[in-house]
């Protein structure tokens, strides 16, 4: 790889960046959502380095005139691979991470609480699956026991045993070190894996409710297929009809 194209890559990569952050929200496929003033300003410094790079390269050019230049600065023939992410971020974005990426993460861990606050009396209840298994697995109060709770996310077959899981997969920093959390349907025709749904239903009676025992599982009552959200690497609640 030439000099000239390693100035090239170092452009397009940058372009990449800003138009993946600026122009549209494929960022977030990558990174949680905080992160996009670092990607801007990333791509602008990377913009930068390959114009001062085209700019001195130019300088030397002229400097040198009619006599033979050698340009000796090259990288190995694999460093063109480092074009397809480059181009990917302007022509091909990767899919989403989905059903296949949760079913081989980690599970995002449940944590010991001592206190929880009261539950609102709407009903059906909006809840994320990250609070409606801590309630189920650590909630001495037995806060969701009998209500009838809502959640939002997509579906991930179970495996060998069938049946579904709705999930949803959480960023801490980026998609390398992302968790997933689960909770386990009953009832129902399972939907086709990615399907994103709202879910309807009340806990699953399987363990000890408010001990590590229970099982973060729901009693289907209803589905609604939605649209995919923008920023689907959250445990957001699911949004009201208005």
């Known amino acids: 790889m030439k000099r000239p194209v390693q100035v090239l890559l170092l452009a397009i990569t940058g372009i990449g960046l800003l138009h993946a952050a600026l122009f549209t929200d494929l960022y977030l496929r990558y990174v949680k959502e905080g992160l996009r003033p670092l990607l801007i300003v990333s791509g602008v410094l990377l913009v930068l380095l390959g114009l001062t790079?085209?700019?001195?390269?130019?300088?030397?050019?002229?400097?040198s005139g009619s006599a033979q230049h050698h340009d000796h600065s090259t990288a190995p023939r694999i460093a063109w691979l480092l074009f397809l992410p480059a181009l990917s971020l302007l022509c091909y974005a990767p899919p989403a991470l989905g059903a296949y990426t949760a079913a081989r993460s980690n599970?995002?861990?449940?944590?010991?609480r001592k206190?929880?606050?009261p539950l609102p009396a709407t009903s059906p209840?909006?809840?994320?699956?990250t609070d409606f298994t801590t309630r189920v697995q650590r909630d001495r109060g037995l806060a969701v026991k009998g209500r009838t709770v809502q959640m939002t996310g997509f579906a991930t077959p179970a495996g060998q045993g069938g049946g579904w899981y709705l999930t949803r997969i959480i960023f801490t920093c980026c998609a390398a070190d992302s968790q997933s959390v689960k909770v386990r349907m009953y009832g129902g025709e399972p939907p086709p894996a990615?399907?994103?749904?709202?879910?309807?239903?009340?806990?699953?009676?399987?363990?000890?409710?408010?001990?590590p025992t229970a099982e973060a599982a729901l009693d289907?009552?209803?589905t609604k297929r939605i649209s995919p959200p923008v920023n689907a690497y959250t445990d957001d609640l699911p949004l009201l009809p208005s």
């Not at 790079?53 to 002229?62: C, I, K, L, P």
């Not at 399907?195 to 000890?208: A, E, F, S």
């Open 125 to 129: 209840l909006p809840i994320t699956l």
């Open 107 to 112: 599970d995002k861990a449940v944590k010991e």
């Open 194 to 211: 990615n399907t994103w749904l709202t879910v309807t239903g009340t806990w699953h009676p399987k363990g000890t409710l408010g001990t």
């Open 53 to 63: 790079g085209a700019a001195r390269d130019r300088g030397r050019t002229e400097e």
């Open 115 to 117: 206190a929880f606050d």
């Open 220 to 222: 289907v009552g209803s």
